[in-house]
């Protein structure tokens, strides 16, 4: 089980939002590669970023901070990237410039041509990120709740070759409410790529639960608000999640 820390930019720090909502962030650093080595030390198997302004801009908006980050620990980690990601120049920039996975978003269900296009020129490199609520799934920084189901997309998608699927409840997201396991799992049940939780972290407990489950097909979760307020050590959970999953 993956324990994969979330590093969220917006003009060039690191801040944790709650549900979504660009007014309501919390700034947690002013140096995002030198979070991003922290969380590299402390035991990360791979990193995840997410570009907030370019996520609402449609644009990448803070590459000076992703490429510092790349720089400081993309041989030591992988490190996949999501926001403002709308055409294949962008994410062949990025994967030239040492990132490796590509996460798409609202684009994936606004535009799929662009994401078979995607996967067909960038094979294992592509993870779409599907954001829901109630099983229904939202797009436009949540902002916009669309009739599609999670399960019916995301069975598409993996036809197209998507690397994985990282699953956000947005109701949950940043409230340390608890990971929607139930959800995650039906989803992970219905799918042979992986799963990626999100949405909610709160402690040890969800890490927990998610080992439990994990053999359905659940390949880590997201780190957000809990490991930046210290709810969760992030080496201890790391440490119990391998020993649970050993």
């Not at 799934?137 to 999670?150: C, F, I, Y």
Request: proline letters at 2%; charged letters at 25%.
């Amino acid at each position: 089980m993956l324990l994969i820390p979330a590093i969220d930019l917006k003009d060039g720090h690191c801040v944790r939002l709650v549900q979504g909502d660009m007014d309501q962030s919390t700034t947690f650093g002013e140096d995002p590669a030198a979070m991003a080595r922290k969380w590299v030390d402390l035991g990360a198997r791979r990193l995840h970023l997410v570009d907030l302004n370019g996520a609402f801009a449609g644009v990448p908006k803070n590459y000076t901070a992703i490429k510092a980050i790349l720089k400081e620990v993309g041989d030591d980690v992988p490190v996949q990237l999501g926001g403002g990601i709308r055409d294949l120049d962008t994410i062949e920039k990025y994967i030239d410039g040492g990132l490796r996975y590509v996460i798409i978003g609202t684009a994936a269900v606004k535009n799929p041509g662009f994401l078979r296009d995607a996967c067909s020129a960038f094979g294992g490199h592509i993870i779409v990120g599907l954001d829901a609520k109630d099983g229904k799934v939202a797009t436009d920084g949540w902002s916009k709740l669309t009739g599609h189901e999670v399960i019916d997309l995301a069975k598409k998608f993996e036809d197209w070759g998507v690397e994985s699927i990282i699953y956000t409840d947005i109701g949950r997201d940043g409230m340390l409410t608890g990971i929607n396991i139930e959800a995650t799992v039906k989803l992970a049940q219905a799918l042979t790529i992986p799963v990626i939780a999100s949405g909610g972290l709160s402690g040890m407990e969800d890490i927990e639960k998610l080992c439990a489950v994990q053999e359905e097909g659940i390949e880590g979760v997201i780190c957000g608000r809990a490991i930046y307020t210290g709810a969760l050590d992030f080496a201890a959970a790391q440490a119990r999640a391998d020993a649970l999953s050993g």
